[in-house]
């Protein structure tokens, strides 16, 4: 049987390269989605310079969620600074240090700014080349392997620092130097320079922990350094002193040298989670596309099998084993390609700001494994799907029925493809009700539904427009025009088949890239409908905004408004149903001040009442979860502490400002968000000049127009553009390729037309007069199908019927569908006009 496979899919070989094509795309794609996936649940970043530790201890980064996959937290988790003691005493320990990070810089002589990170002076431990006892440090606070001759910080005004940056700064030990960290600007004396390896500064310990802005005694982390051989020993021992930490050994450390980097890693599996599924969709219909086609031009050879004995079992296996092997030999390659792939979604989203530029993925065979796997499943699934009618079939009707297509549409498929059209316009609805980001999402969703109602249900449709065009087609239409027509009702199941495929093109680019438009307009309104402030002050070289800063802007003449605004995270616990549910999500971090700068459409309640642990909430999560002003909701903040807080004001811009707006005294302590932007208002053009030249006086300060709507071109929005383009790639290949292998295949049919008298000519002007019926019903399918779901998504998120986006769009898809239709069919056909078979 695989012998006989193999003879035949030499005799067919057009359509199983087409076959070969749509495998090798999707291996290559299935590949590169398994590495980003195995990465992100196998990688790890370097530790960098928690690399001479051999054991760290930190608080868990992740949330756990009951029956659900934890949730990654963003924001750094301490771990109480008693620990370092405790730690201190295991057996094998040799040193416990515990380490603080702080955001620092230093302001040179010229003015200039130069960003560092600030520690503790118990991490110098940590440099290479230093040797500790039993806590770090010696006697007198030294950590054991530094140079003799520096003395430690021992004030909150004493700080050392590395030897580049001491230079730079024109600093030696003794000497001055103003720094800035923790939104705090002031001199400090140098008792130390040091070579750090990197910008850095160490404070005194205690001045560390200050500085970081934690609540309580706490600490970042405490690192371990151990006897030869013993690590594993004294991590199993940190783990039964606290169940509740995170013990961490060898490249695992990554994960807590860099949380960013730990919470991008998690990110990746939940991002290829979300894109294997419409990428399963696509290459389920390429690949099964092209295989009903090839398989449709061995009905014949096939219906003889059947004819001279063979049983329905054989007739199925023999399908499947040629697209076994046509998709074995294609997608080996393809997915090799796969990790290239993978190699560049990585760079696209460093690019993007979404992972560090250093997390590294994960390399093994597993990815190609399952990609060859999938394919061979795929290919396996649709060659038996198309050929099981034929397969069935008496062997009298199948040699009876070879000679021709199919031509009456299947009822059942075309009422089930209506109820599939139904169902994703009611799908669609969601946005109506639902203003934030996973209403949006409904609305893709909604297309590539609509768009496999129509694959089901066209073939149905077609036959009926067909015989609508033909009764009105005029008499005096051309021979070329009635045989296009004629064509097109005759064999619908094989043209709406094209027609299915190209409007899946031109729906899928529609949805994907104008909701994403579309959700970017509604949030840029609502930033800029709310923002009532002409300044807006940042100090990206410092961290944040010096606190003072803040109260220096206040006392300009005609300043009426000025308040911190800041970004974190937030995991809301509510009950939806009975059920609990866990919701992270963005949020904002306001001040009393607020409502001087920025309107919220506060509907209920008041911002200037955002003090101690209280909360602002949109008013669609406050309606979907049923709380209201005075009422108490469960958070998570973004270091995972659990917090209760109270609800003081309903606002009604949530897609600009998320879910939930906190209060600067909860999100104190527990975010490194804090104190971003500072948004002034003012009410003549001679305040807003003072304003200005106050911070062009403060180093590392910058004032700009306070326009947060014109910048806010998310990463997601660039790198759901780049997916489609690659998917809308995959797919419009497939699409051609299937033309060209169903054009091919019509050899017998031309044959017979310029046998009974048409012309070469004549039979090209048919061949475009169908092209021409493709393009036009998959584009006004395509179109009505993305038409409904982006409406009521306009509705919803900008109040108006149309989406938002380039214009273009739209002329574009329909001009390259047109193109491909056009080009898919006179190409091939040509060809087999020019074929000696064929001429007459």
């Not at 992740?62 to 008693?82: F, H, K, M, N």
């Not at 290459?283 to 049983?311: F, N, P, S, W, Y």
Request: hydrophobic share 50%.
């Amino acid at each position: 049987m695989l012998y006989l496979a193999a003879r035949m899919a030499r005799q067919r070989i057009a359509g199983l390269v087409a076959v070969a094509c749509a495998t090798m795309g999707g291996a290559a794609l299935v590949a590169a989605i398994g590495v980003v996936a195995e990465s992100g649940l196998r990688g790890h970043p370097d530790p960098g310079r928690l690399a001479p530790a051999d054991v760290v201890v930190s608080a868990p980064q992740l949330y756990q969620v009951p029956e659900d996959l934890p949730i990654a937290l963003p924001e750094r988790a301490g771990v109480p600074s008693s620990l370092v003691t405790a730690l201190a005493g295991l057996p094998g320990v040799t040193a416990a240090i515990g380490d603080v990070t702080v955001a620092a810089a230093v302001f040179g002589p010229d003015g200039r700014v130069l960003p560092v990170e600030g520690h503790g002076w118990s991490s110098t431990a940590l440099l290479p080349g230093t040797g500790t006892g039993p806590t770090g440090t010696e006697e007198g606070g030294r950590p054991t392997g530094i140079p003799d001759g520096l003395t430690a910080p021992a004030g909150d005004a004493e700080v050392a620092m590395d030897a580049a940056t001491a230079s730079a700064a024109g600093v030696a030990p003794g000497g001055t130097v103003r720094l800035s960290s923790g939104g705090r600007t002031g001199d400090y004396r140098v008792t130390a320079v040091l070579d750090a390896g990197g910008p850095a500064v160490y404070f005194a310990d205690r001045t560390a922990i200050t500085l970081s802005g934690r609540t309580g005694d706490r600490v970042d982390l405490v690192a371990l350094r151990t006897e030869p051989g013993r690590a594993d020993e004294v991590a199993d021992a940190a783990r039964a002193l606290d169940g509740g930490l995170a013990v961490s050994t060898g490249a695992a450390r990554g994960d807590v040298a860099d949380p960013a980097a730990a919470a991008a890693r998690r990110m990746l599996p939940l991002l290829a989670g979300s894109l294997s599924g419409v990428t399963l969709v696509v290459m389920g219909i390429i690949v099964g596309g092209a295989l009903a086609v090839a398989l449709a031009g061995q009905r014949r050879e096939l219906a003889l099998l059947r004819a001279v004995g063979a049983t329905p079992r054989q007739i199925r296996r023999l399908a499947t084993r040629q697209a076994l092997i046509a998709s074995t030999v294609a997608s080996i390659p393809g997915a090799a390609l796969g990790y290239l792939v993978a190699e560049a979604f990585r760079g696209l989203l460093a690019g993007l700001g979404m992972v560090p530029a250093g997390l590294p993925l994960l390399w093994s065979p597993l990815p190609a494994v399952a990609a060859v796997l999938l394919m061979a499943l795929t290919s396996w699934i649709a060659a038996l799907c198309a050929v099981l009618k034929t397969s069935r079939m008496p062997a009298t009707e199948a040699v009876a029925g070879s000679r021709t297509e199919p031509r009456t549409p299947s009822v059942w498929r075309f009422s089930a493809g209506l109820v599939v059209l139904a169902g994703a316009n009611a799908l669609a609805v969601l946005p109506l009700v639902s203003r934030t980001e996973i209403g949006a999402a409904t609305t893709a969703m909604a297309g590539i539904l609509a768009a496999v109602g129509l694959a089901m249900s066209g073939p149905g449709l077609l036959a009926r427009a067909g015989r609508a065009m033909a009764r009105r087609l005029p008499a005096r239409a051309a021979a070329p025009t009635w045989l296009a027509v004629a064509n097109t009702r005759g064999y619908a199941v094989r043209t709406a088949a094209a027609i299915s495929t190209l409007a899946v093109a031109v729906v899928f680019t529609l949805t994907y890239a104008l909701t994403q438009t579309t959700v970017l307009a509604g949030a840029t309104r609502d930033l800029t409908d709310a923002t009532r402030a002409q300044l807006s002050v940042t100090a990206p070289a410092l961290g944040r905004v010096p606190s003072e800063l803040a109260g220096a802007v206040r006392q300009v003449p005609g300043v009426t408004g000025a308040a911190m605004v800041g970004d974190t995270a937030v995991i809301w616990t509510y009950r939806l149903f009975g059920e609990e549910q866990v919701e992270p999500s963005a949020a904002t971090v306001l001040t009393p001040d607020a409502a001087s700068v920025l309107d919220l459409d506060v509907r209920d309640g008041d911002l200037s009442g955002l003090t101690g642990a209280t909360v602002a909430v949109d008013a669609g999560a406050a309606r979907a979860r049923g709380v209201g002003v005075g009422d108490e909701i469960t958070l998570a903040l973004g270091d995972g502490t659990p917090a209760t807080a109270r609800v003081v004001a309903v606002y009604g811009r949530g897609l600009g400002f998320g879910p939930v707006v906190l209060s600067r005294d909860l999100a104190a302590g527990h975010a490194t968000g804090l104190d971003q932007r500072l948004l002034v208002r003012a009410d003549s053009a001679a305040a807003i000049a003072a304003v200005e030249a106050l911070v062009a006086s403060r180093p590392g300060t910058v004032a700009g127009p306070a326009d947060p709507g014109s910048a806010r071109v998310s990463p997601e929005l660039w790198l759901n553009i780049a997916v489609l383009g690659v998917l809308l790639g995959y797919l419009l290949l497939g699409i051609a390729n299937k033309l060209v292998t169903a054009t091919a295949q019509r050899r017998d049919e031309l044959t017979l037309l310029r046998l009974t008298g048409a012309t070469p000519a004549q039979v090209r002007a048919m061949l475009r007069g169908e092209a021409t019926l493709i393009w036009v019903f998959a584009t006004v399918g395509g179109v009505g199908l993305a038409v409904v779901p982006l409406m009521l998504l306009s509705l919803g998120f900008l109040h108006r019927p149309w989406p938002a986006g380039p214009w273009w769009i739209g002329p574009a898809v329909v001009g390259v569908v047109g193109l491909l239709a056009f080009l898919s069919v006179e190409i091939p056909g040509r060809r087999v006009l020019r074929d000696a078979s064929v001429a007459v």
